[in-house]
């Protein structure tokens, strides 16, 4: 990733710091190549490289500039708190990590890509709601959900403030859900003969953990929800596949790769190549009065992979390490060509 066409790299997984935020004298590179570390770190590759609490800070208040290639680990293990120390039966009674969170990496983030003319693509991933579901672990999944929650938030604010819904594509989903997750008592088991076998809600008191069961300790073909708001909303109205009786409306989940493929994203260098792609297709309504509008795509939000994890499958463990991850699309695009996949 160091010699990429990325931008923008935020993370934990920082070689140096353990899972409680405490500096280690042996280094762990789990999540980075030692090599790629002592480079970052040292300023030897033209990433500007942070990791303090304050730097994520100021980025967040826009002190960024524009051109420039920014990498961040925050001073953390594995996740910013999901695999901190503690057994706490309800939320944040584990004493938190103090690093930085996923709504602070997200505005940071923003600030930074939001200052190309042409736009950006970024995925930013609630990465550890999928390893809180993996050990069952509603605690931890209801902080990392709520953090997420928090995440989605930064990004509205963003938009409003420093974009708009004409030329900003926001979309929430999942690539999947973890643990199977839904009301206790549902299935029988030999543990659990006299279970009900059917489904019951998850109740509960607020700020307590609600009644409920995990049925899983893997990824699961539960459907996922996909909330969108921005410029091509028009176009994925356009292309529901179907309506289930109970989840309603429904869309394939390549739609949104062959969209961003086919009609959003303007690669100026590849005319030739997709000579087809409509000048304004992000924008049905708009009437082509603003120029570039064509040009400002997406910011993308998931809780799983995401979006772009599901369409190039090779980034996908990448991001599942990561808080926060911007891809440009237009070299991977290149890339699925020369492979033969588009
Ligand atoms: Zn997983």
């Not at 042409?118 to 550890?128: H, K, L, P, R, T």
């Not at 994203?265 to 708009?286: L, V």
């Not at 570039?292 to 795509?297: A, L, N, T």
Request: charged share 25%; hydrophobic share 35%; glycine share 12%.
């Amino acid at each position: 990733m160091l010699g990429s066409a990325l931008d923008l790299v935020m993370a934990a997984g920082h070689p140096f710091y353990d899972n409680d935020h405490q500096k280690v004298d042996t280094p762990d590179y789990s999540f980075m190549y030692e090599e790629d570390y002592a480079k970052l770190s040292a300023g030897e590759t033209d990433w500007n490289y942070f990791e303090s609490n304050d730097d994520f800070k100021k980025m967040a208040e826009g002190d960024v500039k524009p051109d420039q290639k920014y990498w961040g680990i925050a001073q953390v293990g594995s996740t910013l708190q999901n695999s901190r120390s503690g057994e706490a039966k309800e939320p944040y009674s584990d004493p938190l990590n103090d690093v930085v969170d996923l709504p602070t990496m997200t505005t940071g983030a923003l600030n930074a890509l939001g200052q190309d003319e042409d736009g950006f693509s970024v995925m930013i991933e609630g990465g550890a709601i999928d390893w809180a579901g993996h050990g069952n672990n509603p605690v931890r999944d209801i902080e990392e959900t709520q953090d997420f929650n928090k995440s989605v938030d930064a990004a509205i604010k963003w938009v409003e403030e420093n974009s708009s819904w004409e030329e900003t594509l926001l979309v929430v989903t999942a690539d999947h859900e973890t643990g199977y997750l839904s009301g206790a008592n549902e299935a029988r088991t030999e543990d659990n003969p006299e279970a009900d076998n059917r489904f019951n809600a998850m109740e509960g008191e607020k700020g307590k953990v609600a009644r409920h069961g995990w049925y899983s300790g893997q990824h699961t073909n539960q459907l996922v929800p996909f909330f969108f708001k921005g410029a091509g909303s028009e176009d994925i109205m356009a292309r529901i596949s179907g309506t289930d009786s109970v989840r309603g409306d429904y869309i394939d989940n390549t739609l949104l790769a062959n969209l961003t493929f086919d009609e959003w994203w303007n690669d100026d260098t590849g005319q030739a190549d997709d000579p087809e792609q409509p000048e304004d297709a992000a924008n049905p309504s708009d009437d082509g009065g603003k120029e570039g509008s064509s040009k400002g795509f997406a910011a993308g939000l998931a809780t799983g992979l995401g979006i772009l994890g599901a369409v190039v499958g090779g980034l996908g463990f990448l991001a599942t390490q990561m808080g926060a991850l911007s891809i440009d699309l237009k070299p991977i695009y290149e890339q699925l060509k020369r492979v033969g996949l588009r």
